[in-house]
């Protein structure tokens, strides 16, 4: 799947017109009920001020959550609103009107240049069925619709698909920088190209190890999903997390990593717990020496010397999963390791994918140092595992 060529925003004639622009301003919440992170939101500014500059009216889409059709208030976007008027510095409306009921009033009164935002579109149940006449009224609100929200692109929902079908279509400039990056890694890679892969279970990463392998110059496997494939080569691993069905396909991979001349790399070392807990005591043992109670829970310092020297040779960097139990202090070490290792690598592409690698990587400030942190998962990894997009799909070619 080749998307890079998809028309952008500034492939067409945006003056006067009115411009349905669909974003993920999907954003975590604190307890305080403030807005926690807001990149999400930051990152569509681009696009929203180059539709105001060049004179359109913008009317935003957005879901938050998944309210499943009713309205929650807790799930309202009106607090995204307020934020986006402070960044903007310019008044936001805030468009509650059911528009299923025709455009609501606030929205006829729009002028060029002026910004709206819509309620939560998943307040309404026609939303994530597609529905043709929801997918209408939605589209008679303006004149050109404008993807921003590269993470819910693998949903076919009447936001993405319905409205891409109605209106001349295109990408915001957030989508078009993620689809180019994504795009090139998986089409015309630099090389070496490393993939590592880590988390707790192989069956969640197998179709993207399998689609990427004959691209890849090394896998590296960590994490929890690495003990199956130790115990595959015959290692004892202890109490460590193992899929036992999924021992065929860890020799299935690394057999088809041999024939493909990829090099497989996984842990020489281990940071094991008595038992698995935060405040376990802990040991560094060799893959060939984990005691029968124990639990492995990071990579060791060796290991983690090898992965270093892997990444600061790559020239194109794939990490999905992290390599230890990173949300406990004692087994944090080695997921950062990777994570500092990639940042200081700065001429490579790295692509960083999944909500718990993305967290990860927020939690040791390497976010920053990466090409690209995909937060969802979902819409990159379907990219990865070759699936079609049909958010990106329904966008016009260039
Ligand atoms: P995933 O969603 O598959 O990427 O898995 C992420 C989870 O894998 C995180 O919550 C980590 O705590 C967990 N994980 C990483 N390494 C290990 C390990 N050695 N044992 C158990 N869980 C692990």
């Known amino acids: 799947m080749d998307y890079s060529g998809k028309k952008s925003v500034e492939d067409i004639d945006v003056c006067g017109k009115r411009v349905l622009l669909r974003c993920d301003f999907n954003v975590p919440f604190g307890a305080d009920g403030k807005i926690a992170d807001t990149t999400r939101i930051d990152t569509s500014l681009r696009t929203i001020r180059y539709l105001i500059k060049n004179r359109a009216t913008v009317i935003i889409v957005s879901h938050r959550g998944r309210p499943k059709g009713v309205c929650r208030p807790e799930l309202s976007l ?49 939303e994530e069925q597609n529905d043709r006449e929801f997918a209408k009224k939605l589209a008679s609100l303006a004149q050109i619709y404008v993807n921003d929200a590269f993470g ?16 001349p279509a295109v990408c915001g ?72 069905d999924k021992i065929g396909v860890a020799t299935d991979i690394m057999a088809k990593a ?35 109670g124990c639990f492995g829970l990071d990579i060791g310092p060796k290991t983690e010397q090898v992965f270093r020297d892997i ?61 690209y942190v995909s937060t969802g998962g979902g819409a990159s990894l379907a990219l990865f595992e070759r699936k079609d997009l049909p958010g990106v799909a329904a966008l016009a070619d260039n």
């Open 78 to 126: 009106e607090p995204v609103a307020a934020y986006l008027s402070r960044a903007l510095n310019l008044d936001i409306k805030f468009v509650r009107g059911d528009i299923r009921d025709g455009a609501p009033e606030s929205l006829n009164q729009l002028k060029n240049g002026d910004i709206a935002l819509l309620e939560n579109i998943r307040f309404y149940k026609e």
């Open 152 to 167: 819910t692109s693998h949903r076919a929902h009447a936001s993405i698909v319905g409205v891409a079908a109605i209106l």
């Open 173 to 244: 400039f957030l989508m078009k920088r993620e689809l180019e990056i994504l795009c090139r890694a998986l089409t015309a890679p630099e090389r070496p190209f490393v993939g590592i892969f880590g988390g707790a279970k192989i069956s969640d990463k197998i179709d993207v190890i399998n689609n990427l392998l004959e691209k890849l110059d090394v896998l590296v496997i960590a994490g929890g999903m690495a003990y199956t494939f130790l115990n595959a080569l015959g290692y004892s691993i202890g109490q460590s997390i193992f899929e036992a």
């Open 258 to 292: 041999k024939d493909l001349d990829v090099r497989i790399v996984l842990p020489v070392d281990n940071v094991v717990g008595r038992e698995f807990t935060a405040d376990t005591d802990f040991e560094v043992v060799g893959s060939d020496s984990i005691p029968d």
């Open 311 to 371: 990444i600061a040779g790559a020239r194109t960097i794939f990490w999905n999963g992290p390599v230890g139990v990173f949300e406990w202090a004692h087994f944090r070490h080695g997921t950062f390791s990777v994570g500092a290792a990639i940042a200081a690598n700065r001429g490579t592409m790295s692509i960083v994918g999944g909500g718990d690698t993305a967290a990860a990587v927020q939690m040791g400030n390497f976010a920053n140092s990466m090409t």
